[in-house]
C-alpha cells in the first residue's frame, strides 16, 4: 500500500514524508523490499518528559473528535 501510493506523480515529483513509520524492524524490512529509498532521514532526540508532558496536554472535541490542545478547551 505505502509503495503504491509513493510511486504516485505527487510523490515523486515532490517528494514524500514518513511519520512512524516503519515502527518496527519488520516493517523496515518490507519497506527496504520495495524500490523506495529515503534520502535523509530525521532522528528528534526529545527527552520523555517533554514528550509525556505534551501528550498529557492534548483533548479530543466530544462532538468533531479532532484532536485540540488541551487549553483551549476550557
Same mark, same amino acid.
Given at each position: ?8 506523480l @505527487?510523490?515523486?515529483s515532490?517528494g514524500?514524508?514518513?511519520?512512524g513509520f ?6 523496515a524490512?518490507?519497506?527496504d523490499r520495495?524500490s523506495?529509498k529515503p534520502n535523509?532521514? +530525521? +532522528?528528534? @532526540?526529545?527527552? @520523555? @518528559? ?7 496536554q ?8 479532532i484532536?485540540?490542545?488541551a487549553?483551549d478547551? +476550557?
Amino acid at each position: 500500500m505505502i509503495e503504491d501510493r509513493l510511486s504516485r506523480l @505527487d510523490c515523486v515529483s515532490k517528494g514524500w514524508i514518513l511519520t512512524g513509520f516503519p515502527k518496527n524492524s519488520s516493517q523496515a524490512e518490507a519497506l527496504d523490499r520495495t524500490s523506495l529509498k529515503p534520502n535523509r532521514v +530525521f +532522528f528528534l @532526540d526529545v527527552p @520523555d @518528559d517533554s514528550i509525556l508532558e505534551r501528550i498529557c496536554q492534548r483533548a479530543l472535541d466530544p462532538l468533531t473528535g479532532i484532536r485540540i490542545a488541551a487549553a483551549d478547551s +476550557f
